[in-house]
């Protein structure tokens, strides 16, 4: 029965939709990548323009900085364009914001072209600066559209088009970057301007792509259109599945305010997706990945291989390869799984690569190197290299989405600057050991993972979203020593509200009239997602939460208001029967609440 629907779903247009969003990434893995295969000819750039300012040649130390800048600054781009996708997306929609921010690639790519003729190195810095705020942008724009127009069964297997995307631009700026294509001394500025070339192409073909369809309902509230949009990507007219649940998003999301970057920090709801959102990311950054790439000719050098760059490209292509592995088993064996097993993969080569370093010595281990770095970038790629882009835009709704990308957006680029700024001189401390450093980082993220990270393969974003907001309210009205595993464990299992029941205790200290039945507790809790925390007794959407975190007891307690909760007798039945319509409104069509509270206060007369 499952099976029958996929051939549908995945639509040529679909496929056109998700790879011209993913240009992007290429965009972003190529400009990563271009840097390094030109250094030499960069430095003597900066040495010929320092001649003809002041006549005499640029100190060794200078030139280390500007060159540290130039490569740092791409990062310190990210970073501040990373801060602006939820305003961006929020105000132009997915599509047009991905169409404006290509001026940004443009503008990039003709400072770095143009620096030559001018003869200024600043250009080729301010061009990696406006690069980098480019790619900052993309890297939230690509996994929330793809994730926004992907079905739910093949979200995770597209969400790694970003990635692939992302490797796919390294491989080729390491192939353009050899001296015999691109990387000579007349050259290079045509190796860093070419980035111009996939931002033209995405203008090109965007507008033939739709608009996200839950953008469009979600946020604009354009129903007609959303469905236009969802029937061309589905190939298919009943698309009823899809639109019902975006409908049921949009009025949970109506009853929330505007999620700002602020408030998810402070929203109990979203603190858990938004931890396990931050340290994704920088189970990525600090793996040492970039480190590895960034210096991975050095790596081969002192290890005695003979040919570096041909291993670093091959380090690329293996990069690649796995990638695609990736995108096959991501919807298969899970999220959560291939993010452990590469993590443990990659804590092992690390080992690897400090002992081929330490013994470098000894000819025969030089290519141990090679082994460990390939298995390195091949357990990257398994999992901490996709899974944190896309998995950021599955743990939260649309309404707190684009400011979560930001966030990790912004966690991902701040821990890839600091790893390209110390690596050097961590490695310039610790010698071969350097690696021992990232392996004790990969070994916390994996225990991490382990304990934290919920599965969210095969499950809508609305059913995430309510199993931390089900937690959330469990650990604002739980007591304290009862929290502390469910705030875990529901996550874990396919659903959270049945572990609910244990936290009767703390909701009142009268006896417990007779439990409603077992769907009661569970048919609130489906209806009501609301993130906002604090649940007071000012709203009736609030009294439906309490009624999904407590039994029968709770919500006859909760009608009376919070002064007769400690009076040990009971109210008078009529006094109860006159209060208790004023909160069916806020049940929302769950009439079995109702019947548990009204035949609870039957049997207390």
């Not at 993913?22 to 965009?27: D, E, K, N, R, T």
């Not at 009142?508 to 409603?516: E, I, L, M, N, R």
């Amino acid at each position: 029965m499952e099976g029958e629907p996929k051939p549908k779903q995945v639509t040529c247009y679909l496929l056109f939709s998700l790879i011209t969003a993913v240009i992007g990434s290429l965009q972003f893995g190529y400009n990563t990548g271009v840097i390094n295969a030109p250094e030499q000819k960069l430095r003597a750039f900066f040495n010929s323009t320092w001649v003809e300012r002041y006549g005499k040649p640029i100190e060794p130390g200078t030139c280390t900085i500007v060159w540290s800048l130039a490569v740092a600054i791409f990062s310190v781009g990210g970073m501040a364009g990373s801060f602006s996708v939820g305003v961006i997306s929020n105000k132009f929609g997915r599509r047009k914001a991905m169409f404006l921010v290509n001026i940004l690639a443009l503008i990039g790519g003709a400072l770095m072209g143009l620096s030559t003729l001018c003869s200024s190195f600043e250009m080729v810095i301010a061009g990696r600066l406006v690069i980098g705020l480019f790619c900052g942008i993309f890297t939230g724009l690509t996994p929330m559209y793809v994730g926004e127009v992907s079905p739910t069964p093949l979200r995770g297997a597209f969400g790694t088009l970003h990635q692939l995307g992302v490797v796919v631009g390294i491989l080729i700026a390491q192939i353009f970057g050899l001296e015999s294509l691109l990387g000579s001394e007349l050259l290079w500025p045509v190796l860093l301007s070419l980035t111009v070339l996939p931002a033209v192409l995405q203008c090109i073909l965007l507008p033939f792509c739709p608009e996200s369809p839950r953008y469009l309902l979600i946020n604009l509230n354009q129903e007609e259109k959303a469905r236009k949009a969802l029937v061309r990507l589905r190939g298919t007219e009943d698309v009823s599945k899809d639109m019902q649940e975006m409908k049921e998003e949009s009025v949970k999301m109506a009853m929330e305010k505007k999620v700002t970057i602020a408030e998810l920090f402070r929203t109990a709801a979203y603190r858990q997706p938004l931890l396990i959102a931050i340290m994704l990311q920088l189970s990525q950054q600090l793996s040492g990945i970039n480190a590895v790439f960034y210096y991975s000719t050095g790596i081969f050098e002192s290890a005695g291989v003979k040919e570096p760059i041909i291993a670093t490209i091959g380090a690329g292509a293996v990069n690649t390869v796995f990638t695609v592995v990736s995108l096959f088993l991501v919807e298969r064996a899970g999220r959560r799984t291939l993010h452990l097993v590469g993590l443990a993969g990659m804590a092992i080569s690390s080992l690897l690569m400090a002992i081929a370093l330490f013994l470098k010595h000894i000819e025969s281990l030089s290519y141990l190197s090679i082994v460990a770095v390939f298995a390195f970038v091949a357990f990257f790629e398994l999992g901490p290299g996709p899974i944190p882009w896309f998995i950021v835009a599955e743990l939260f709704s649309q309404g707190p989405r684009p400011a979560a990308m930001a966030v990790a957006g912004f966690s991902n680029w701040t821990a890839n600057f600091l790893v390209g700024v110390s690596f050097p001189k961590l490695e310039e401390l610790c010698g071969p050991y350097v690696f021992i450093i990232f392996m004790a980082f990969l070994i916390l993220f994996f225990i991490f993972t382990y304990f934290r990270v919920p599965e969210t393969k095969g499950r809508t974003f609305d059913e995430i979203a309510q199993s931390f907001a089900a937690n959330a309210t469990a650990n604002d009205v739980g007591s304290p020593g009862e929290d502390k595993t469910s705030s875990t464990t529901p996550l874990l299992a396919a659903s959270s509200s049945d572990s609910k029941p244990t936290e009767a205790p703390a909701s009142s200290a009268k006896p417990a009239p007779a439990p409603a039945p077992a769907p009661a507790p569970a048919k609130p809790a489906e209806t009501t997602s609301t993130p906002a925390s604090k649940p007071t007794a000012k709203s009736p959407v609030e009294t439906v939460t309490h009624v999904a975190t407590a039994p029968a007891a709770k919500p006859a307690a909760e009608a009376k208001g919070p002064a007769e909760v400690q009076k040990p007798t009971p109210q008078p039945t009529a006094e109860t029967e006159a209060k208790s319509p004023s909160a069916k409104p806020a049940e929302d069509g769950a009439p079995t609440a109702g019947k548990s509270s009204s035949s609870a206060e039957k049997e207390k007369v």
